[in-house]
């Protein structure tokens, strides 16, 4: 994933700040905006998460701070919900000076609500997801009950919200009730919507995310976000997200109904890095996978480690190896198990990758079996397990002949 530090100016003048995250080989391909929570911001950790599983899909993602929040400029006491709707417009508006106009939203909480009254003014849009988001846009005043007779009367005042203080006007209340989000959905034509919502959601009922899908046309969906918080704290609940609505939104999108970045090569593998470190796109065979390094040496641990990928090539080859045998002998073979596991200083390994007299760790294979065979027959299983072809691979060594060609 590669992302661009960008900035754009709203209708009142005022530069946003955000990051478009562009997808490799698809800078002008699908496009999605993501639209914060309330008194959040593009930096929080789920929407970077959101941003890279989408990206993995082939799907440009341009997430922003609302005027008045995070990088942007603008006094947020100054800002409604009215104002947020026109940042979306300008974000779009961007977009398309870029060839990549938005055809998906995604709207978190009151960004949910926001991409929900902006689609219908934002033609290319095809798709709208929610995620925890208030069927009205006036349901963020309980945050902020508390004060809300202090804000009609004396004009402004200061709240607590998440443990930040924030001024928020008349005004700002006034609008909230001038948006009513179900009507506008029902008016909606030709957009797809999902609505993503959890249980547990102590901060936005489960009932909004009904009262949303019931004000929509088909094609609808819901999912339930079963065991996540409002925010996605957790890094699974958050890729969950971001992988379910690029799968999900792949059938509505115009500018590319294959819209992952397929790779092309008439080798039997083609590994590919781009310019984000160490995640690499695999073609193998007929299939797509990823790659990447731990944490602990720079990566992202977004897929499997090339070693990780080596010992499930061990592992698969001993499995297919014994039930092919075992099919042939006709013996009772029900189920092979093969654990392997990697021993080696890993970090050592890369430090050292230049000394070709280096012996680089050992794989640990342990082999269960299961069926109603005889000591003899499971004995000579284990004895074909080592004759699998890549275990003799790895263990009799292999030519590995290297040449510089051009690019596709």
């Known amino acids: 994933m590669r992302s661009e530090k960008v900035s754009f100016q709203n209708s009142e003048g005022l530069e946003l700040a955000g990051n478009l995250h562009l997808a490799p080989g698809y800078q002008h391909g699908p496009t999605a905006i993501f639209a914060h929570c309330f008194t959040c911001g593009k930096d929080l950790k789920a929407a970077r998460n959101l941003a890279i599983a989408l990206n993995q899909r082939g799907i440009n993602v341009l997430r922003f701070d609302f005027s008045g929040l995070g990088q942007s400029e603008g006094d947020f006491a100054d800002t409604n919900f009215s104002s947020n709707l ?34 219908d003014r934002l033609p290319e849009v095809k798709a709208v997801a929610t995620i925890g988001a208030p069927a009205e846009a006036h349901h963020v005043k309980h945050l ?39 009507e506008r959905i029902s008016k909606w034509r030709n957009r797809a919507l999902l609505v993503l919502h959890s249980p ?44 379910l609505v690029a799968a999900w939104a792949e059938r509505y999108l115009e500018s590319g109904k294959d819209s992952v970045p397929r790779l092309k090569s008439d080798s039997l593998v083609l590994a590919q890095t781009d310019d ?25 641990n977004r897929g499997p480690s090339p070693y990780e990928l080596l010992g499930a090539s061990l592992a698969a080859c001993t499995s297919m190896t014994l039930r092919m045998y075992a099919d042939r002998k006709e013996w009772p073979l029900q189920t092979v198990k093969v654990h392997v596991d990697y021993e080696a200083d890993y970090v050592s390994d890369l430090q050292n990758c230049e000394n070709e007299k280096r012996r680089l760790g050992r794989f640990i294979r ?30 009799e060594g292999v030519e590995i002949h290297t040449k510089k060609t051009s690019g596709s």
């Open 86 to 119: 026109e940042d979306l417009f300008a974000a779009a508006e961007f977009l398309r000076q870029r060839n990549c106009a938005p055809e998906i939203l995604i709207g978190h909480s009151l960004g949910g609500a926001a991409v929900l009254m902006a689609a």
């Open 200 to 243: 547990q959601d102590q901060i936005v009922g489960i009932q909004n995310a009904k009262e949303i899908y019931e004000a929509g046309h088909h094609p609808k969906s819901f999912v339930s976000l079963d065991g996540a918080d409002h925010l996605l704290s957790k890094e699974s609940d958050s890729r969950y997200v971001g992988e």
């Open 144 to 182: 902020f009950e508390e004060q809300l007779e202090t804000i009609k009367g004396e004009g402004s005042a200061k709240v607590n919200i998440g443990g930040r203080p924030f001024t928020l006007k008349r005004d700002f209340i006034k609008d909230l009730n001038r948006h009513e989000v179900g």
């Open 366 to 395: 342990k082999i269960e079996i299961l069926g109603d065979l005889d000591e003899k027959q499971e004995k000579r299983l284990m004895q074909i397990a080592d004759k699998c072809p890549v275990h003799r691979t790895l263990s």
């Open 276 to 300: 984000e470190a160490f995640l690499t796109r695999i073609k193998a065979g007929e299939f797509f996978l990823v790659a990447d390094e731990p944490e602990s040496v720079g990566g992202q």
